[in-house]
């Protein structure tokens, strides 16, 4: 086990939600939430099916926008800015079904990672000018070395949709780094592996942490949140009830009866 | 990517003498002109495929802005004079405009929509040419457009304007390769594959698909002008709604998401009316056989079938 937190008092916070409710009609899907994510730190969101895991990643994400509360990322304002933009900040995240461009190589879709990070536009393209060759040249070069990190790179020229589903997580972990993140948010990067994928993923996500990025992410397999999580949100029923340590969140009431109680019986 | 680039180079150069040798070996005038005619449909087929293929927008719309290409340099060098070598850019920037402007709201739409859109665009424009006969002469057509001219080259000599046609099709190839093998070709296809992951790595879907709807309009207008010109005549009919079927036809068949692909496709579908005449009353139905025929045994259309038998004999051969 990892010491958590033992760096806390060193960051800042790079994401903050400050009491963030969403409702759909008239489901309450998140209410009242509340919490900083400090940078460089491994942060999970737990709870059961249903808790509003996947709204508040979309809410973080862009794709909603909060009905009440603010999300603060390096402590500038970004509820309601575009899913394209948030990018360009250094937001880059997963899905949980693996939403890959199939029709493409896998090197193609690491390059379109960077898309936000590069320039050439159509009149570039076409004109074919001498810094936009240099820019294809380092887009591709920087694309093969992300892939040779997360250990793919022998795969760049086959197509993505031909690869297995654990190389395709993979890629799509590639993909997302391409864009030079600060923050990447991952949701559920575990699901559909099997236990030597999930340690080896395991393995990948501390390499990035050590890169200086701050991860965040939806998942349920406890052992893999466990090994890599500074820190742990737990949700149920739209609401926050547990924060802390994995230590602390092991042992806590109302995490052990709302959710790890529930599915250890 | 070297080596790719060099392949690419190579099937221009194959691509330019097959025009050089055809240009001077065909003889009889009626195969030259059909030859022309595919050069014209391969550049409007190649403009929807950009769309369509690669950023997997449909249109149902085209022959509105091959019209519109057409109408606009008639009306301009008709009505008022001007050279076709001025009409000519502004046929084009009027069909990328009204491209912009209709862009705006169908391009939010997607599938079933933006096909229902587009064609309802389609409908309108040629209702305008239709109607507004002082200025296009209405469904009695527009008569005497003049021919093309540089200098001492007359483009009334049919050959002169196969070469034009053909060469400006090369360019358009080129173009087209260019943009899709760039960041902005990924983008494109990358809204192809999951418009939601593309906006996830930052792609501004929205200008992204009103930018290559723009290009493929103007893609088409060129089209249009060239036709005008080779034909002086022009009416309604040549820009319905049958005809933007059509051009979504010669992408289909021809092979979505590939540049040669919309060359295959234009001259199959300009050349097989020419080869079904045969059949006089039977040829729609040998026609549309032969469309269901590639489709059914080639979904891929011609360009990936045809690679993918050649591929299968060859790695069948290498298996001792």
Known sequence: MNEPDRKKTSHKPLLTLNSIAKAFGGVQALWNISFDLKEGMVQALIGPNGAGKTTLFNLITGIFTPDSGEILFDGRPIGGKKVYDLVQVGIARTFQNVELFGSMTALENVMVGQHVRTRCGFWSAVTRTPWMVKEETASRKKALKIMAFVGIDHLANRRSSELSFGWQRLLEIARALSSSPRLLLLDEPAAGLNTVETRQLGTLLKKIQAQGITLLLVEHDMGLIMDISNRIVVLDQGEKIAEGTPREVQSNEAVMSAYLGRSEH | ?320
């Open chain 2, 1 to 320: 990517m070297l080596k790719f680039l060099n392949r690419d180079r190579l099937s221009y150069a194959v691509f330019f003498i097959a025009i050089a040798i055809i240009g001077l070996s065909v003889e009889n005038y009626y195969y030259v002109q059909l030859l022309t005619f595919i050069g014209i449909n391969t550049i409007l087929a190649l403009g929807l495929n950009m769309l369509m293929g690669y950023a997997g927008q449909i249109s149902l719309g085209h022959a509105a802005f091959y019209g519109l290409g057409a109408y606009t340099t008639a009306v301009l060098t008709v009505h008022y004079g001007f050279s076709p070598w001025l009409a000519l850019p502004c046929a084009i920037l009027l069909s990328m405009l009204v491209a912009f402007l209709v862009g705006l709201p169908t391009l939010k739409l997607s599938g079933y929509y933006l096909g229902m859109g587009t064609l309802g665009f389609g409908m309108i424009v040629h209702i305008v040419f239709r109607e507004w006969s002082s200025m296009t002469g209405g469904s009695s057509g527009f008569i005497g457009i003049p021919p093309l001219e540089i200098g001492p080259v007359s483009f009334s000599q049919i050959r002169n304007f196969f070469y034009l046609v053909w060469l400006t099709v090369l360019i358009s190839f080129i173009v087209s390769k260019r943009l899709i093998h760039s960041r902005i070709g990924r983008a494109l296809r990358a809204i192809h594959d999951s418009e939601n992951a593309a906006r996830a790595m930052g792609i501004n879907t929205r200008n992204m698909k009103l930018e290559i709807f723009v290009f493929s309009a103007g893609l088409s207008a060129l089209a249009g002008f060239f036709y005008a010109h080779l034909v002086s005549f022009i009416s309604p009919g040549t820009f319905s709604f049958i005809v933007s079927i059509k051009i979504v036809t010669m992408v289909v068949i021809g092979g979505m998401a590939s540049v040669w692909g919309s060359l295959l496709g234009a001259s199959l579908l300009t050349m097989l009316p020419e080869w079904l005449h045969a059949f006089s009353e039977f040829e729609m139905v040998v026609y549309g056989l032969i469309l269901m025929l590639v489709m059914v045994l080639l979904p891929q259309g011609l360009t990936r079938g045809l690679l993918d038998i050649y591929e299968r004999t060859r790695s069948k051969k290498d298996q001792p």
